[in-house]
Structure formats: structure tokens, C-alpha cells
């Protein structure tokens, strides 16, 4: 599965965490794991997805504060984190995805000014 580029769980009813092991999934462009049950927070592995494009993980339980390694996968265009658990102030490091074109953070409980 290592030159797997898109997978696709949105819909189901999986249960618990998000694996850390998606990381080893280099190769990654479109993952999509909304409309679950998942719990906890987003690992920081995720950073290794350096190809991801598109990072849908909407429609969840997932909590505690956006990892800072989101920043870090600069091709990222789409971000979907809405209606989740998340809680927290908007990270200034929003401003190194230069490639994001749509980010929905909408229902969530975020706090502070928005970065500009």
C-alpha cells in the first residue's frame, strides 16, 4: 500500500483513533476519513504526508488543538476539520499553507483573532 494516493473511509462508523501508522502512506495525495466516530487528537505523524492534497476529517469527535505539523504539509489545498471537538486558538502557522485554497473549521470551539 505504500504507493496508495487516495483512501477513502468518509461514511462508515469507525471507531477510536486516528493511527498514527497513516503516516508511512508517503505517497498520500486525498484522505478522507469524514462522517466516523473517531476520537482524540489529530497525530503529529500526519506531517509526513507530504503529497496530501486534500485532508477531510469533518463530522468526527476529535479534540484538543490542531497539531503545529498541519503547517508543515505545504502542497495542502483543502482542509475540512469542521464539526469536531476541536478547541483552541487559530495558529498563526495557517499562514505556510500557501496552497490552501477552501479550510472549514466551522463548529468547533475555537478562540481568539483570526490570523491574518
Not at 39 to 58: A, C, D, K, Q, T
Not at 76 to 92: A, M, T
Amino acid at each position: 500500500m505504500k504507493n496508495l494516493a487516495v483512501l477513502n473511509f468518509c461514511n462508515n462508523k469507525l471507531k477510536g483513533s486516528i493511527p498514527p501508522s497513516l503516516s508511512t502512506l508517503s505517497n498520500l495525495s486525498y484522505l478522507c476519513l469524514d462522517s466516523n466516530i473517531l476520537l482524540g487528537l489529530i497525530p503529529g505523524e500526519v506531517r509526513n504526508l507530504e503529497n496530501l492534497f486534500e485532508l477531510n476529517l469533518s463530522k468526527n469527535k476529535l479534540n484538543g488543538m490542531m497539531p503545529l505539523s498541519i503547517f508543515k504539509l505545504y502542497r495542502l489545498s483543502f482542509l475540512y476539520l469542521d464539526s469536531n471537538l476541536s478547541e483552541g486558538p487559530l495558529l498563526k502557522g495557517m499562514r505556510n499553507l500557501k496552497a490552501l485554497r477552501r479550510l472549514d473549521l466551522s463548529n468547533n470551539i475555537l478562540i481568539g483573532p483570526i490570523p491574518s
